[in-house]
């Protein structure tokens, strides 16, 4: 029993959804109400991760199918913590454009108790699960507001190709089943060798599903539309909280089964990495709509990501891991900005709309300006330490090519982040927006950008809580 | 010594910049926010002469050393100054509050943001020549793009958005292959600690890939000939203060990266590419020369003539000797000087007229006779007239490359007659000849601060001109040592 404990998040967070959707059911009018209520939940599983599980070193449960260790626990908090953020800054927007519904707050827990379950997957069939149980809510949510053609057409585009993925991840797993003999992680370990060519197909699907998932070039064509059709709010979560629970999968998976197979998948990361990385830059230059443009400029990113993965040590994954934290801040400090273009109730997406914020909202715009130079890696701002312990790390490995690629690339992504910093100083400037915004979306905003900002003071910190993480 | 005076040379603007930024931004408060940062750019500037007084001229070692742990057995925040940086320091201090003296006229808008990016700009262009640590060189070296971009977008010309936008990405594309290189030193010798990287010196084999990475980004800031063209771009379109500190400051920082990385870090490679970069320099200044001579806007003659004055700079700086390096950082302390007032004699009749054109002027001597005194005074400067301290960095330079290589000595001495003929034709057609233009007659005379501005380039132009030592001997030992420890490496190897 004592065990339990570990789980103790995942248990918690299950039985408040039910919970939650009772309530839902027999108490009216009570959308205010259950989202307090899941923010507290998500609050209080905060604390219980932090308490239960993070001074553990590595534990597994359930005949080994999950696990818990220093990497689940460090990549769960951080989802925590972030859909707590997610979610406070969009409830004004939830309000505003009338889909503050009891569904909403409830598909968020479930999603993220589906991440939860997939970051301490030891077993491909967990993992699924967690997969699955992510995605269905996400499903529903990319669709939220049903009343808007493009949001229901998201959805459905999202469910289609995301199935599509999920057949072939399945695929994968049924063939790396039959080659081992084992769904479990650390008995695939020990069954391989490297010379079982056939493995490698399984591998091979498994990634593509994977691949899918975190939007990598060639499986990201799904991400512009569902990212611009559906509300900001879902928008935002799909750029982040998602990403996090992949990553760590996608770590798990490549490193604890499959490492002895390196030489066989490293080229396949190389090259999703590099072609999200181009594909990424170059593609959102067009882009007028700035959800479509973060979802292109997200691709990128997911693209630096895998780069530290591809190199196949403990420097890379860390790498990758401050990589996706420190675009967690950034994006969280990009939407809150967003999530202030409010003019007679009414959201303004495209670019252009921040055409000469400048002069009207000067401090929203020196946020964005800093997040934006942050985002296009120019230091001393956070993003560019981001990168720079990626390259790091890459050129460690000697991998010269996607070290100097990646870095080119940078430059042209550049280009579009300073087209809307030319927009939002450059240009004349347009009608105001509202000043009214939730105390939360200011909190955040503020934080977000003045820890981007100051991040070069203190860059120890961030690699002291990764540099715990030991997979090989 | 162990208060951190160079952190605070590096920190002070940025403290300013932060004050501003939490006053109020009314219009009435503009004149606050300029006494503001005038006082800030003015106590930075009397700290670096105190560093000036107080630096041992009689070693070559790195004086004011401060080093703090940043990233956790990776990188140590280090800075600290040599006879070589120092100068470079004190131009930066010197010129930034001239800049900021001058921004009364061509900055209508938005002054406080302005002088908040000229103040973090310092902070930026100090550290530069300060960092003793690649990455925190790179860091600084990245950062001042930032403020840059947004003077020439926010407060430039019409065609400010591509100016803009070619020197961020031109400058940027430049860099990141330095920044490869960088981790890739890291990789190799297990540090990125300049004074450390001195002492083991860097593999052979890779020297010249390193070498070519670190050309790269240096190559497209000096800016070099062909990937000099973002530059007149930049300057049409910045205001005068910003091109000011771009042409004064910010092109000098890939002449000094020059002689402390690619000379000090790769010797090997320094002494293959040597042919490379002659060439380049001759290229650039002969034929950035003959642009100059065709051009009819002021400020992008001045543009094309610092190209052909950085040519003379990479030439000098790759003869390796102790004259042709002394020559090419007086050189370069020359053109900040020079160069800087140039613009802000430009800045001065732009701000009148609101022409950049030449054949809008003519005749204007009648009208304005100190301004014309005093432009005549860096025009002859600008073509190194003995006596000013054009002269000293273009000799020394020269003197050098003869006895490297007599062609290219002679093709850049042709670079000199050319240099004189644009500057004299532009001399004559702006403030002799006719009065033609009847608009001309109302200009009025230089202003007090416009006067004081330009007196104050004047004073050190012809001091130093004439009485150079304070310069050579700052710099003396620590050129010479540069070039033992070079010659020694070479050999080594």
Same mark, same amino acid.
């Given at each position: ?69 220093? $990497? ?46 997939? =970051?301490?997957? !030891? ?136 490492? !002895? ?15 999200? $990385? ?61 999530? $202030? ?48 312990? =990626? ?36 240009? !004349? ?5 509202? !000043? ?37 | ?392 960095? @273009? ?54 601060? @416009? ?43």
């Amino acid at each position: 029993m004592n065990n339990l404990n570990l789980v103790l998040p995942e248990i918690f967070i299950s039985i408040s959804i039910m919970f939650l959707l009772v309530l839902g059911v027999f108490k009216k009018d009570s959308s205010k109400l259950i989202f307090n209520i899941s923010l507290i939940v998500l609050f209080i599983t905060l604390i219980i991760t932090f308490n239960e599980t993070f001074a553990i070193n590595r534990k597994t449960l359930f005949n080994d199918s999950v696990v818990i260790d220093y $990497m689940s626990s460090l990549m769960k908090i951080i989802t925590l913590i972030a859909t707590f953020l997610v979610l406070v800054i969009s409830s004004s927007y939830l309000k505003t454009t009338k889909i503050f519904k009891i569904e909403y707050p409830i598909l968020i827990l479930s999603s993220v108790l589906g991440m939860l379950i997939m =970051i301490s997957s !030891n077993d491909l069939i967990v993992f699924y699960m967690g997969l699955e149980l992510q995605s269905l809510a996400l499903y529903v949510l990319a669709t939220f507001n049903r009343d808007k053609l493009k949001s229901s057409e998201a959805g459905l585009k999202y469910f289609v190709l995301s199935a599509l993925s999920s057949g072939l991840l399945l695929y994968g797993c049924s063939l790396v089943y039959g080659f081992s003999g084992s769904t479990n992680f650390d008995i695939i370990s020990n069954q391989l060798n490297s010379n079982e060519y056939v493995l490698t197909f399984g591998i091979v699907f498994i990634l593509v599903g994977l691949a899918f998932k975190i939007s990598a070039v060639p499986f990201h064509m799904w991400a512009p539309d569902v990212y611009e059709g559906s509300p900001t709010s879902v928008t935002l979560f799909f750029t982040m909280v998602p990403k996090i629970a992949a990553l760590t999968v996608f770590i798990r998976f490549l490193y604890v089964p499959f490492l !002895n197979l390196i030489d066989q998948w490293q080229m396949i990361i190389i090259f999703l990495s590099l072609a999200s $990385m181009i594909f990424g830059a170059i593609a959102a230059i067009g882009q007028t709509n700035i959800k479509r443009l973060i979802a292109y400029s997200s691709i990128g990113h997911v693209g630096y990501t895998l780069a530290g993965l591809a190199t196949g040590t403990n420097e890379g994954i860390q790498s990758s891991i401050i990589y996706i934290t420190i675009y967690i801040v950034m994006n969280l400090a990009l939407f809150s900005g967003l999530l $202030m273009l409010r003019r007679n109730n009414q959201y303004h997406e495209d670019i252009e709309d921040l055409s000469g914020l400048s002069k009207n909202h000067p401090l929203l715009s020196i946020s964005l300006l800093i997040v934006l130079f942050s985002l296009a890696g120019i230091p001393p701002l956070a993003g560019f330490f981001a990168k720079f312990y =990626i390259f790091k790390a890459v050129l460690e490995e000697s991998m010269y090519f996607l070290a100097i690629v990646g870095l080119l690339s940078t430059v042209i992504s550049a280009f579009y982040y300073l087209r809307i910093i030319k927009i939002i100083y450059f240009d !004349n400037q347009k009608d105001q927006y509202d !000043n009214d915004h939730s105390l939360w979306l200011k909190f955040t905003i503020t934080l977000s950008t003045i820890l981007v900002l100051i991040y070069f003071i203190f860059p120890s910190q961030l690699i002291d809580l990764v540099s715990r993480i030991n997979i090989i | 010594m162990n208060f951190p005076i160079l952190s605070s040379l590096i920190l002070l603007p940025t403290i300013g910049a932060l004050f501003l930024f939490f006053t109020k931004n009314k219009d009435g408060n503009n004149l606050t926010a300029k006494y503001v940062s005038l006082f800030t750019t003015i106590v930075n500037f009397l700290i670096s002469i105190y560093l000036w007084i107080y630096f041992d001229q009689s070693t070559s070692n790195f004086q004011f050393i401060e080093e703090r742990q940043w990233i956790d057995g990776f990188i140590n925040y280090k800075v600290g100054i040599d006879g070589i940086s120092i100068l470079f320091v004190i131009l930066t201090t010197f010129i930034t509050p001239l800049c900021i003296i001058s921004v009364n006229n061509s900055v209508k808008t938005r002054l406080r943001d302005f002088l908040i990016a000229i103040l973090i700009m310092e902070s930026f262009m100090i550290g530069v020549f300060c960092a003793l640590d690649l990455v925190v060189f790179y860091l600084f070296f990245e950062a001042g793009l930032i403020p840059m971009f947004l003077i020439i977008g926010i407060w430039g010309g019409p065609k400010r958005v591509y100016s803009a936008f070619k020197f961020f990405l031109y400058t940027l594309l430049g860099s990141v292959l330095m920044l490869v290189a960088i981790i890739s030193i890291y990789w190799i010798t297990g540090t990125t600690d300049v004074i450390q990287l001195y002492e083991q010196g860097i593999d052979t084999r890779y020297q010249n890939l390193l070498w070519l990475a670190f050309f790269s980004s240096f190559a497209v800031k000096t800016p070099m000939w062909p990937v000099h063209t973002w530059l007149p771009d930049a300057h049409v379109e910045a205001p005068t203060a910003g091109s000011v500190l771009l042409a004064a400051i910010l092109l000098k920082m890939a002449g000094y990266g020059f002689i402390r990385f690619s000379l000090g870090l790769f010797p090997v490679a320094s002494e293959i590419f040597t042919p490379l970069i002659y060439t380049l320099s001759v290229i650039a200044i002969i034929f950035t020369s003959l642009i100059a001579l065709m051009q009819e806007d002021m400020k992008k003659l001045i543009a094309y003539s610092s190209v052909a004055h950085m040519g003379f700079v990479t030439l000098g700086i790759f003869t390796i000797q102790q004259q042709g390096i002394e020559g090419s950082i007086i050189q370069m302390i020359s053109h900040g000087l020079v160069s800087a007032a140039l613009f802000l004699c430009v800045g001065v009749i732009y701000d009148r007229m609101h022409s950049r054109l030449i054949n809008s002027y003519g005749g204007i001597v009648a009208v304005i006779p100190k301004y014309s005194i005093l432009f005549m005074l860096f025009t002859l400067a600008a073509l190194g007239l003995p006596g000013t301290t054009g002269f000293i960095g @273009e000799f020394l330079i020269l003197m050098a490359a003869f006895k490297d290589n007599f062609l290219v000595a002679v093709i850049a001495s042709l670079g000199v007659i050319l240099g004189a003929a644009y500057m004299l034709w532009l001399y004559k057609r702006v403030v002799f000849g006719k009065l033609i233009n009847v608009e001309l007659k109302k200009m009025v005379d230089l202003n007090r601060s @416009e006067y004081f501005i330009l007196t104050c380039l004047a004073v050190p132009t012809l001091f130093f001109g004439f009485y150079p030592d304070p310069l050579i001997n700052t710099i003396e030992i620590s050129v010479n040592d540069l070039i033992n420890m070079y010659k020694t490496n070479l050999i080594n190897k």
